[in-house]
Nanobody
Framework: QVLLVESGGGLVQVGDSLRLSCAAS????????MGWFRQAPGKQREFVAA????????DYADSVKGRFTISRDNAKSTVYLQMSSLKPEDTAVYYC??????????????????WGQGTQVTVSS
């Protein structure tokens, strides 16, 4: 079992930056690729970013490419999501997730076995 705990969410203004953290515990962190997803009110959960086990490969949703950066520190068992140039449409609950089934990384939420409880990000205009 992997326990994931997100932090760093909050209320920010348009154009601001925010860094989310997701701390993992329970099992060794490095065998898992990690992902960030988000869910806005009334919408389905959507992929935001993913990072491979060693951190050398990343993928982003088109809507956040160039504004968000995913990174990980395996020594600290933590994955980060640096968000900049935030827009109102980035408002959502952000979830981190861990998986092992894919060979490298994946945007498919069904390929993530463990999920955090989520952290709210609200971007006010």
């Amino acid at each position: 079992q992997v326990l994931l705990v997100e932090s760093g969410g909050g209320l920010v203004q348009v154009g601001d930056s925010l860094r989310l953290s997701c701390a993992a515990s329970g099992r060794t962190f490095s065998p898992y690729y990690m992902g960030w997803f988000r869910q806005a009110p009334g919408k389905q959960r959507e992929f935001v970013a993913a990072i491979s086990r060693g951190g050398s490969t990343t993928d982003y949703a088109d809507s956040v490419k160039g504004r968000f950066t995913i990174s990980r520190d395996n020594a600290k068992s933590t994955v980060y999501l640096q968000m900049s140039s935030l827009k109102p449409e980035d408002t959502a609950v952000y979830y981190c997730a861990a998986g092992q089934i894919a060979p490298l990384i994946t945007v498919n939420p069904n390929h993530y076995a463990y999920w955090g409880q989520g952290t709210q990000v609200t971007v006010s205009s």
